[in-house]
C-alpha cells in the first residue's frame, strides 16, 4: 500500500479493509458522511459489515455501543463537532461509562472544515473528549503514521476517538516509520527550547525549526500524535533538558493539547511555557491559508512564540 503520498481518508479505508479481511467482527457506522470518507468502497465491498444509520449521530453511537456490546468492533464516522459535542451523552454512558470497544472517527479537526464554516469548525472537541474517563485521543499527520498506528487503535481494549484529515495533509514521515499509541515522536533533538505539537501543526513547528536554526536557536520537535493518555514522560524530559516549552495545536488553547502539556509541567516540573493556537474563538469560512493566519497557528507565529518563551527563559 502506498502511504507518502495519497490522502488520509484513501488510505484509512484501505486500512479498514485490510483489517475486515481477517476481522470480520470490524463494523464501519456511518451517518450519512460514506462520501465524504471515501467509505463507500468499504460499503462495496463488505456490505455486510458496514451501516448507515442517516444524519442520526446519536443513533450512530448507541447502534456502535449495541455492535460492540455483541462483541463486534465498530468504526463510527462523522465531521468532528458531530462526532464530539452532538453525541457527547451517548459517548458518555452508552460508550465509555460501559466501557465498550468504540473507535470514533472525527474527520475535518479545527481549521480543516475550511468552506464548511464555523457550524461544522471545531475548535473544542479535544477539550470536549480529554475529559471522558477511559478514552483515548489520537490526531495520526500522515499515511505513514495513520498505518503504524490503526492496528494499536483497533487492537486497543477501550474506547478511542480519532482526529483526522480527510485530504490536505503534508507528507512528513518515511514509509517504515513505526509509532506506538501513547508514545510521543522526537522528530529533531535541540537544546533551546522543546516544541510539542499535534496534527497539521506538525509541518508548521518544522517549518520554524528551521527558521529558528537561521537565528542560531536549536529547537526539539516533538510530535504529540496521542493526546490523551499523553506521554508525561517525554514532556517532562525535554522540558528538564531545554528549560522553555511551546505548544502548538489545531484547537483552543483552553484545555487542549497545550493545557494537558501544562498541567503535566505544573505537577512534575514547572517549566516556561507557550501555547500557540485558537484563543477562545469560533470558526468562519475560509480556506486554509487565510485561517492558519487568521488563528496565528503558522510557522511564523510559533517562531515568535518561541521567542518570546526564550525571553522568560
Given at each position: 500500500?502506498?502511504?507518502?503520498?495519497?490522502?488520509?481518508?484513501?488510505?484509512?479505508?484501505?486500512?479498514?479493509?485490510?483489517?475486515?479481511?481477517?476481522?470480520?467482527?470490524l463494523?464501519?457506522?456511518?451517518?450519512?458522511?460514506?462520501?465524504a470518507?471515501?467509505?463507500?468502497?468499504?460499503?462495496?465491498?463488505?456490505?455486510?459489515?458496514?451501516?448507515?444509520?442517516?444524519?442520526?449521530?446519536?443513533?450512530?453511537i448507541?447502534?456502535?455501543?449495541?455492535?460492540?456490546?455483541?462483541?463486534?468492533?465498530?468504526?463510527?464516522?462523522?465531521?468532528?463537532?458531530f462526532?464530539?459535542?452532538?453525541?457527547?451523552?451517548?459517548?458518555?454512558?452508552?460508550?465509555?461509562?460501559?466501557?465498550?470497544?468504540?473507535?470514533?472517527?472525527g474527520?475535518?479537526?479545527?481549521?480543516?472544515?475550511?468552506?464548511?464554516?464555523?457550524?461544522?469548525?471545531?475548535?473544542?472537541?479535544?477539550?470536549?473528549?480529554?475529559?471522558?474517563?477511559?478514552?483515548?485521543?489520537?490526531?495520526?499527520?500522515?499515511?505513514?503514521?495513520?498505518a503504524?498506528?490503526?492496528?494499536?487503535?483497533?487492537?486497543?481494549?477501550?474506547?478511542?476517538?480519532?482526529?483526522?484529515?480527510?485530504?490536505?495533509?503534508?507528507?512528513?514521515?518515511?514509509?517504515?516509520?513505526?509509532?506506538?499509541?501513547?508514545?510521543?515522536?522526537?522528530?529533531?533533538?535541540?537544546?533551546?527550547?522543546?516544541?510539542?505539537?499535534?496534527?497539521?501543526?506538525v509541518?508548521?513547528?518544522?517549518?520554524?525549526?528551521?527558521?529558528?536554526?537561521?537565528?542560531?536557536?536549536?529547537?526539539?520537535?516533538?510530535?504529540?500524535?496521542?493526546?490523551?493518555?499523553?506521554?508525561?514522560e517525554?514532556?517532562?524530559?525535554?522540558?528538564?533538558?531545554?528549560?522553555?516549552?511551546?505548544?502548538?495545536?489545531?484547537?483552543?488553547?483552553?484545555?487542549?493539547?497545550?493545557?494537558?502539556?501544562?498541567?503535566?509541567?505544573?505537577?512534575?516540573c514547572?517549566?516556561?511555557?507557550?501555547?500557540?493556537?485558537?484563543?477562545?474563538?469560533?470558526?468562519?469560512?475560509?480556506?486554509?491559508?487565510?485561517?492558519?493566519?487568521?488563528?496565528?497557528?503558522?510557522?511564523?507565529?510559533?517562531?515568535?512564540?518561541?521567542?518570546?518563551?526564550?525571553?522568560?527563559?
Amino acid at each position: 500500500m502506498e502511504l507518502k503520498n495519497r490522502n488520509l481518508r484513501d488510505i484509512y479505508v484501505d486500512l479498514l479493509m485490510e483489517y475486515a479481511e481477517t476481522h470480520p467482527e470490524l463494523v464501519i457506522v456511518e451517518a450519512d458522511l460514506s462520501a465524504a470518507l471515501a467509505t463507500t468502497r468499504f460499503f462495496k465491498k463488505y456490505p455486510n459489515q458496514a451501516i448507515n444509520v442517516g444524519v442520526q449521530e446519536a443513533n450512530m453511537i448507541g447502534v456502535a455501543a449495541g455492535l460492540a456490546n455483541m462483541g463486534k468492533l465498530p468504526f463510527t464516522h462523522t465531521f468532528t463537532p458531530f462526532a464530539t459535542r452532538r453525541v457527547y451523552d451517548q459517548v458518555t454512558l452508552s460508550v465509555a461509562y460501559s466501557q465498550l470497544n468504540v473507535k470514533m472517527v472525527g474527520s475535518d479537526p479545527g481549521i480543516m472544515a475550511q468552506l464548511n464554516g464555523g457550524t461544522h469548525m471545531s475548535f473544542e472537541d479535544v477539550g470536549i473528549m480529554r475529559t471522558m474517563p477511559t478514552l483515548t485521543i489520537v490526531e495520526p499527520i500522515d499515511g505513514v503514521q495513520l498505518a503504524s498506528l490503526f492496528p494499536q487503535i483497533a487492537e486497543h481494549n477501550g474506547p478511542v476517538y480519532i482526529r483526522l484529515t480527510r485530504k490536505d495533509f503534508n507528507a512528513i514521515y518515511d514509509e517504515g516509520t513505526e509509532f506506538t499509541l501513547g508514545k510521543a515522536k522526537v522528530i529533531k533533538e535541540g537544546k533551546d527550547v522543546s516544541i510539542f505539537a499535534s496534527g497539521i501543526e506538525v509541518k508548521e513547528a518544522l517549518d520554524a525549526e528551521k527558521l529558528l536554526a537561521a537565528k542560531g536557536i536549536s529547537a526539539s520537535v516533538i510530535d504529540v500524535h496521542t493526546i490523551k493518555p499523553l506521554d508525561a514522560e517525554t514532556v517532562i524530559k525535554e522540558a528538564k533538558r531545554t528549560g522553555a516549552v511551546v505548544t502548538v495545536e489545531n484547537h483552543n488553547i483552553i484545555n487542549g493539547l497545550g493545557s494537558a502539556v501544562a498541567e503535566v509541567l505544573v505537577e512534575n516540573c514547572p517549566t516556561v511555557m507557550e501555547r500557540v493556537g485558537v484563543r477562545d474563538h469560533f470558526g468562519e469560512v475560509g480556506k486554509k491559508d487565510f485561517l492558519m493566519e487568521k488563528y496565528g497557528l503558522k510557522a511564523k507565529h510559533v517562531v515568535a512564540a518561541v521567542l518570546k518563551v526564550l525571553d522568560r527563559k
